[in-house]
């Protein structure tokens, strides 16, 4: 029998039942376990996890656990610059690129409303969301815990509240995103990116209404949708203004 001490770091507690909230978690296992296994088996997926450290030293997913360590455990610094220390998860990815779950459509539109490309279909399945995420590097985005704890999953993050508003802030936060939002530079409806097209160009799609007020219009490449700073542009805009508010800026 091997007793190693757990502690956990920052919001990795919020995954933790109520009863092992800020003490260290003693641990007993028999044998040979990694660290990644025994992590896991306290409900956290590896996902979650950017930085292990056993007494104090750096160590990979794979290490094993000797007896009496201390072993800490920090979540995705992914908002952070911790390039000093190793990382566990390969390489980073450079531009943030997401693919959603099921359950996560509003967000979908707000994340490309704010121009980030955003992969989401309603039924895409959990091993098809475990592919795209990892064949287009893309960070996975659920509400489905034991979908991050799949081995293959790389990047992940998970999904805690059902507001999509607050769904959008921690993401945002969490991706340090404020500094890449290019708003109105891709389709809410497809994903596709948005160019600017003349007037002349779209006017037999317009409602008369449209024809006579807007003179700025912008069309997705990928499905043809046609935009124009309507009033849904107008909320889209207040949307937008609350975001970056309620980020910090780092
Ligand atoms: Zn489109």
């Known amino acids: 029998m091997t007793t190693v001490n757990f502690r956990f770091y920052a919001e990795l507690n919020d995954l933790l039942p109520d009863r092992k909230l800020f003490s260290d978690q003693m641990i007993e296992f028999n044998g040979r376990q990694t660290v990644k296994h025994l ?7 590896h996902t979650e996890v ?6 104090s030293r750096s160590v990979g997913f794979d290490y094993i656990p000797q007896e009496g360590e201390l ?3 920090y979540p995705v610094f992914e908002s952070f610059d ?3 220390v190793n990382l566990l998860r390969p390489t ?21 409303m704010l121009g980030f490309d955003s992969s989401y279909r309603n039924d895409f399945n959990d091993e098809e969301l475990a592919e795209i995420s990892v064949n287009e590097k893309r960070i996975l985005l659920t509400r489905d815990r034991g979908l991050l704890k799949r081995d293959k999953v790389t990047h992940g993050f998970l999904i805690k509240t059902r507001d999509p508003r607050q769904q959008l802030l921690s993401v945002v936060r969490r991706f340090d995103l404020a500094k890449l939002i290019h708003p109105f530079t891709r389709c809410i409806a497809c ?12 006017i037999d799609l ?11 219009f912008k069309r997705c490449t990928s499905c043809g ?3 124009w700073a309507g009033s849904h542009h107008e909320r889209m805009s207040r949307l937008i203004d609350w975001v970056i508010n309620e980020t910090p800026i780092s």
């Open 82 to 84: 911790i390039s000093l």
């Open 50 to 55: 950017d930085l292990i450290l056993a007494d």
């Open 92 to 112: 980073p990815l450079r531009e943030p690129k997401f693919v959603l779950d099921g359950h996560l459509g509003r967000l979908a539109s707000y994340l490309r």
């Open 225 to 227: 949708k046609v935009f």
């Open 71 to 73: 072993i800490s455990v």
């Open 39 to 45: 992590i896991e088996s306290q409900g956290i997926p």
């Open 191 to 202: 994903n596709g990116i948005l160019e600017p097209v003349e007037k002349e160009e779209v």
């Open 206 to 216: 317009l409602e008369p209404k449209t024809r006579k007020y807007f003179d700025i």
